[in-house]
């Protein structure tokens, strides 16, 4: 992912701080509630194709064995919550594609502008290490996303 530094200059700093973070790998160091607000603020001015296509992006960022990870993750939660995730791959598939992830977040996403931060809520993302990151991800593409349009 290009560095977004000068390019967020009309983005609120607590979402170019997330960046930052996200930028430099310290995914830890995002306090849960700066990650909540920069997710909301770059995630509800997409329209669903380009929330998918972000999300593609970030998923493309991990490996096979994280996304399998985090695909498992996101169906244990979703059942959990009573969420539907029709197009999340099936356990025990190959490694999902990031495409396929991309859609079923993008599908979570569509359901309600906090339901995919409900599947990824504590107990979710934010004690989920690699869940937190594909949200950072998420957001840091959902961003550069945004700046083209300026």
Request: hydrophobic residues 40%.
């Given at each position: 992912?290009?560095?977004?530094?000068?390019?967020?200059?009309n983005?609120?700093?607590?979402?170019?701080?997330?960046?930052?973070?996200?930028?430099?790998?310290?995914?830890?160091?995002?306090?849960?509630?700066?990650?909540?607000?920069?997710?909301?603020?770059?995630?509800?001015?997409?329209?669903?194709?380009?929330?998918?296509?972000?999300?593609?992006?970030?998923?493309?960022?991990?490996?096979?064995?994280?996304?399998?990870?985090?695909?498992?993750?996101?169906?244990?939660?979703?059942?959990?919550?009573?969420?539907?995730?029709?197009?999340?791959?099936?356990?025990?598939?190959?490694?999902p594609?990031?495409?396929?992830?991309?859609?079923?977040?993008?599908?979570?996403?569509?359901?309600?502008?906090?339901?995919?931060?409900?599947?990824?809520?504590?107990?979710?993302?934010?004690?989920?290490?690699?869940?937190?990151?594909?949200?950072?991800?998420?957001?840091?593409?959902?961003?550069?996303?945004?700046?083209?349009?300026?």
């Amino acid at each position: 992912m290009k560095d977004l530094t000068g390019l967020l200059s009309n983005l609120p700093s607590a979402v170019t701080s997330v960046i930052e973070q996200y930028q430099q790998g310290n995914h830890d160091a995002v306090p849960d509630a700066q990650a909540h607000e920069a997710y909301t603020h770059v995630a509800d001015q997409l329209s669903s194709d380009e929330f998918q296509q972000v999300a593609s992006n970030a998923y493309a960022q991990l490996n096979p064995e994280q996304r399998t990870e985090l695909a498992d993750y996101m169906r244990s939660q979703a059942q959990r919550h009573g969420i539907s995730v029709p197009d999340l791959p099936p356990t025990n598939a190959a490694a999902p594609s990031p495409d396929a992830l991309g859609n079923a977040t993008a599908m979570v996403q569509e359901q309600g502008p906090n339901v995919l931060q409900q599947l990824f809520a504590p107990g979710g993302t934010f004690s989920n290490p690699l869940a937190k990151m594909a949200l950072l991800g998420i957001t840091a593409m959902a961003a550069q996303q945004l700046t083209k349009r300026r």
